[in-house]
C-alpha cells in the first residue's frame, strides 16, 4: 500500500486564530489516496469546486480562511491526472466534514462515505448549519454512509484504522494506516502542522479546546512510540512527501 498525497487548492489563513500569532499562511488543502488491496481509499477530499469561483456561502468563514483554489485542482481532476476514474474510489474516509475537507464529496458518485456518527449529526444539526461551521450541500449527496463510533477497522485486518480524535469538531478522527515501512497517522485538523504538537498549541475556536489537546496528546504518544504523523496543513512536509508519498 501506498499513501498518497492529493493537492486540492490552498487557503489563506490569519496566524492568529490558529496560534495567536501575527500574519498568515498558506496551508495546502490535501486529500489521501490509499490503494488498500479490498477498495481504493480517499481520506478527505477539499473543497466545493464552487469556491473556485464564487466564496460568498462560506459567510464569516471567509475572514479567517480564504480558498486560493483553481480549475484543475479539485479531487475529479487531481485523480484524472493519475489515471483514476474518480468513480474508483470505493471507500471516501472523512476526518470530519469542514468546508476544506468534504466539499469534493459530490465528485465521488460511487463511494461509500465513512464518518464518525458525531459528525456526521453535527454537520446535519440546523443551528450549526445556520452558524455557517456546516454546509451539507458539501457532503450529503445521497451516497451510502456508515457512520462509527469510536474506533473502526475499515477492512478489518488492521491495515487502515480510524482513530477517533475530538475536539476540532465533536467528531473528528485521524487515521493510521500500516504501510511496509511503519505505522503512518493522518491527523485531519487535530493538528495542522507539527509546531502546533510540540508546543502543544491548541487553536481557539474549535468545538472543544479542552478535548483537541488530549486527541492532540494522544497523537504525540503515537508519534514517540514509532508512528509517523502526517500533519493536516503542513506546507513544508506536504511538499516533502513528493507526488508518490509513502509506501
Avoid at 514517540?224 to 496543513?233: A, E
Wanted: glycine fraction near 14%; hydrophobic fraction near 35%; proline fraction near 6%.
Amino acid at each position: 500500500m501506498r499513501v498518497v498525497p492529493l493537492e486540492l487548492g490552498r487557503i489563506e489563513a490569519g496566524l492568529g486564530i490558529i496560534t495567536g500569532e501575527q500574519g498568515t499562511v498558506s496551508l495546502p488543502i490535501a486529500g489521501w489516496l490509499i490503494d488498500h488491496p479490498e477498495g481504493l481509499v480517499l481520506f478527505d477530499n477539499g473543497m466545493h469546486p464552487g469556491l473556485q469561483h464564487d466564496t460568498t456561502r462560506l459567510g464569516r468563514t471567509i475572514d479567517s480562511f480564504e480558498p486560493d483554489y483553481h480549475p484543475g485542482e479539485e479531487v475529479s481532476a487531481r485523480l484524472t491526472q493519475r489515471g483514476i476514474r474518480p468513480d474508483d474510489v470505493d471507500l471516501m474516509i472523512f476526518s470530519h466534514l469542514h468546508f476544506d475537507h468534504a466539499g469534493g464529496t459530490g465528485e465521488l458518485p460511487d463511494a461509500r462515505l465513512v464518518v464518525q456518527r458525531a459528525e456526521w449529526e453535527a454537520g446535519h444539526d440546523q443551528r450549526l448549519i445556520d452558524y455557517g461551521i456546516y454546509d451539507p450541500v458539501d457532503y450529503d449527496h445521497g451516497h451510502e454512509v456508515e457512520q462509527v463510533d469510536g474506533r473502526h477497522d475499515v477492512f478489518g485486518d488492521g491495515r487502515v484504522v480510524c482513530l477517533p480524535t475530538p475536539g476540532h469538531t465533536a467528531g473528528h478522527q485521524a487515521l493510521r494506516v500500516e504501510l511496509d515501512s511503519g505505522p503512518v497517522v493522518l491527523t485531519g485538523d487535530c493538528v495542522y502542522f507539527e509546531r502546533m504538537l510540540n508546543e502543544m498549541l491548541v487553536p481557539g475556536f474549535g468545538y472543544d479546546t479542552d478535548l483537541q489537546r488530549q486527541s492532540m496528546e494522544g497523537l504525540r504518544e503515537l508519534r514517540d512510540g514509532g508512528c509517523r504523523l502526517i500533519y493536516g496543513h503542513d506546507a513544508e512536509q506536504f511538499k516533502s512527501l513528493g507526488p508518490d508519498g509513502l509506501a
